[in-house]
């Protein structure tokens, strides 16, 4: 579940990655991510010389071998073999969360023996106590918000009795889908053959680490050790009724009236959760409004949607200096004190406090002395390539380090998506990541998601850089899928640039927002422009086209680029810069070599 998103206004090019493995046989594409069934890219290969027909049983015959295939396609990735590189492994990764499970499935793809050190269990804060159980309770609130919601339900002709709710069923949905996942990625890392080794892992020097009282060596080694909870100072943490978001998601205890000091991502699906299932919620937010980290036109059209109507209220620009946790039948004592002036506020009294202040970096206990590396903030420094950095500014030689522990996007994709870039360049081909093309979500009822840059960052980039900035919207109650579903409530905001077309942010409000940010993604990824992604076809009536609607209406002044101008082949080349008398020389000799 994401805590904070820090975005630079600098965008790196991404370098693609090859569709095919062997050109000289297009007709068979290689698969890019098949990743949890352990499928490898070399099994694909068609270099190998032998016929079609031989080709088609041979396929058919690993297809109709299906039970073999985690086998086979480990051991064709070498994994089980020694390293040829004269270390233990080719790679070692300290920490199995989303980044170091997305990096240890990539790097098997790659022919690299992989291991992952792993102090806890598979999944990290993702899967055990963050973005996966988190889903599982908002999709609980998000159909009782619609039992609950009368007016709605009768729009449709139905009629539904008083909804309820059983709290520990709902909390065993949460625990038994964290279960689930982690059970899968554990599986998918031993269906391929990656060793997880069981331990805190320690970097003793270069290539070197140790985990329990083992010491291994490592061509590379990747740090993806995630994060934890940030709780400020004065505030007791119990557990019970002061508790952090590892907490909440147990769902222990639905309190009547519930504090949440923060109001970013973590602290608005909760907001979600525990409004749906009958608690008050009060916002306890440092910055002069809450959802400081959304772009503002859609942070206060989401405040009118999620906060306004429920049964929220907030206090803006303080700091909760002190949250006591309740004893002795007394309730949650929290002291407000003013943001700037550090002046006593006021005192609440609550039945629960819920920490969503963000997360912090989980770095102690790495080893990064041994390597003189210091941490900024707890963050581990690295370069735009996620090389770790030392105390001296230079690159520290085969260490990285990914995800939440080096600050850049704290998202687990985003985690995930640094781990494969760094494989990338491990395996000999250089790859830098574009964060500005990541999307980030916050599944509340409707969800709220974004790419690039909010429209003050763009500003503030174009008044630097020297180019304008226009804005495109569109509104859900303009859309049909949308009117089916009584679900008109949103918009999409178009930020871009009107000179040549390029995408700089796209901020949606509104049903299914998370799944519908993508293709902007791809778009900012990919170095689409506007005048050529608004001939794309949405198929209709879908949701997808508030998209379609929203870069139909901006407007570009450059024209479109489908039609690339042709170039001229080899051969036509050739002809032409050949002279006439030598041309016809060499197509005589090869006709005469051909008889």
């Known amino acids: 579940m994401p805590s904070a998103i820090s975005l630079s206004v600098s965008s790196p090019s991404t370098i693609a990655r090859s569709v095919l493995t062997n050109t000289n046989d297009a007709c068979f594409p290689t698969p890019r991510s098949l990743r949890f069934c352990g499928l490898r890219r070399d099994a694909f290969d068609m270099s190998v010389s032998f016929d079609a027909a031989s080709s088609r049983i041979a396929r058919l015959d690993l297809h109709s071998k299906h039970s073999n295939f985690t086998k086979v396609f480990a051991a064709l990735g070498g994994n089980g073999a020694p390293s040829s590189s004269g270390f233990d492994y080719d790679l070692v990764i300290i920490g199995a969360g989303v980044g170091g499970h997305g990096a240890a499935l990539h790097a098997v793809e790659k022919g690299l023996k992989t291991a992952i050190v792993e102090g806890d269990v598979v999944g990290g804060t993702c899967v055990n106590r963050g973005c996966v159980p988190s889903k599982a309770l908002l999709a609980v609130s998000g159909r009782m918000r619609e039992l609950q919601n009368e007016h709605h339900m009768k729009s449709f002709g139905l009629q539904v009795a008083a909804a309820g709710y059983d709290r520990q069923a709902v909390a065993d949905h949460a625990s038994n889908l964290a279960s689930k996942i982690r059970s899968n990625l554990t599986n998918s890392l031993k269906a391929i053959g990656v060793d997880i080794l069981t331990g805190v892992g320690t970097i003793l020097g270069p290539q070197k680490l140790k985990f329990g009282d083992k010491t291994i060596t490592a061509k590379d080694i990747i740090i993806a050790t995630g994060s934890v909870p940030l709780v400020p100072k004065g505030i007791e943490v119990d557990g019970k009724t002061v508790i952090t978001s ?107 406090a819920l920490i969503a202040t963000g997360r912090a970096p989980f770095t102690q206990g790495l080893g990064l002395e041994n390597i003189n590396v210091q941490t900024q903030r707890g963050f581990v420094p690295v370069d735009e390539r996620m090389r770790v950095i030392d105390a001296n500014g230079k690159l520290v030689p085969h260490l990285y380090c990914i995800g939440d522990a080096n600050g850049k996007m704290m998202l687990a994709h985003a985690a995930s998506a640094q781990g494969i870039s760094v494989i990338e360049q491990v395996s000999g081909k250089d790859h830098v990541l574009n964060h500005l093309s990541i999307p980030a979500a916050c599944f509340t009822h409707p969800e709220i998601s974004m790419v690039g840059l909010t429209e003050p960052q763009a500003r503030e980039k174009a008044e630097k850089e020297g180019f304008e900035v226009s804005i495109a919207k569109t509104s859900f109650k303009a859309n049909t899928k949308a009117l089916a579903e009584n679900e008109g409530e949103g918009m999409a905001k178009l930020i ?64 479109p680029s489908l039609t690339p101008e042709p170039k001229p082949s080899l051969i036509l080349q050739w002809l032409k810069s050949t002279p006439l008398k030598q041309l016809l020389s060499q197509l005589q000799f090869k006709f005469l070599e051909v008889l």
Do not use: C
């Not at 503002?296 to 009118?304: S, Y």
């Not at 209220?313 to 909760?320: I, K, L």
């Not at 009107?498 to 993508?518: K, M, Q, R, S, T």
């Open 246 to 352: 590892d907490h909440a998601l147990k769902l222990e205890s639905v309190p009547q009236w519930i504090a949440i000091v923060g109001s970013g991502y973590i602290g608005l699906e909760f907001s979600d959760v525990y409004t749906a299932l009958g608690s008050e919620v009060t916002f306890i937010e440092a910055l002069d409004q809450i959802m400081p980290g959304f772009d503002p036109e859609i942070g206060k059209l989401a405040q009118r949607v999620l906060v306004n109507p429920r049964k929220i209220d907030s206090y803006t620009g303080v700091f909760a200096s002190k949250i006591t946790p309740a004893k002795d039948g007394k309730p949650v004592q929290i002291e407000l004190i003013d943001a700037k002036t550090k002046e006593p506020k006021e005192t609440l009294e609550v039945d629960a």
């Open 496 to 559: 871009y640039r009107p000179d040549n077309g390029e995408i700089l942010g796209v901020h949606i409000f509104g049903l299914h927002a998370a799944d519908l940010i993508h293709e902007a993604s791809n778009a900012i990824a990919l170095g689409t422009r506007i005048q050529d992604i608004k001939y794309a076809v949405h198929a209709h009536p879908t949701l997808s086209e508030v998209l379609d609607e929203l870069f139909k209406s901006a407007k570009v002044k450059r024209k």
